[in-house]
């Protein structure tokens, strides 16, 4: 049975992870092992905050990319979870799904994207 453990990334923002099934690998969240749930919340994210391709949208700032996102998580253990070592996709910490580097969406913040290094950084301040 998964266990849930609730950490915190720099921000303040929740990350919710789970166990893996073997013990061996990462923890992940949830929507990167279960293709149903991430599909369900980039539907909401589609619907309920924009989430495009590029230059779409009459407001878009092309700097405004999922990449440039403070709540896009692009560390060695989320690219792990979602078994992508291309670089062209990471987790939305704040819509809780897998995403493309080069899309956008209404939620954009400053500062991302996540990356292990940015976590090592933030851990040498604590």
Request: charged letters at 25%; glycine letters at 8%; one cysteine or more.
């Amino acid at each position: 049975m998964p266990t849930i453990m609730i950490s915190i990334m720099p921000d303040g923002m929740p990350v919710d992870q789970m166990s893996s099934d073997d013990g061996d690998g990462p923890s992940c969240p949830l929507p990167t092992q279960d293709e149903e749930l991430n599909a369900k919340n980039r539907d909401v994210a589609i619907e309920d905050h924009g989430y495009r391709e590029p230059n779409t949208g009459s407001a878009f700032n092309t700097a405004e990319t999922c990449g440039s996102c403070g709540s896009y998580n692009q560390t060695d253990e989320i690219l792990e979870c979602i078994e992508d070592t291309s670089g062209d996709t990471g987790y939305c910490q704040h819509l809780k799904f897998s995403c493309m580097t080069e899309n956008t969406c209404d939620e954009w913040v400053e500062g991302g994207p996540l990356t292990s290094e940015s976590q090592e950084e933030y851990k040498d301040i604590l």
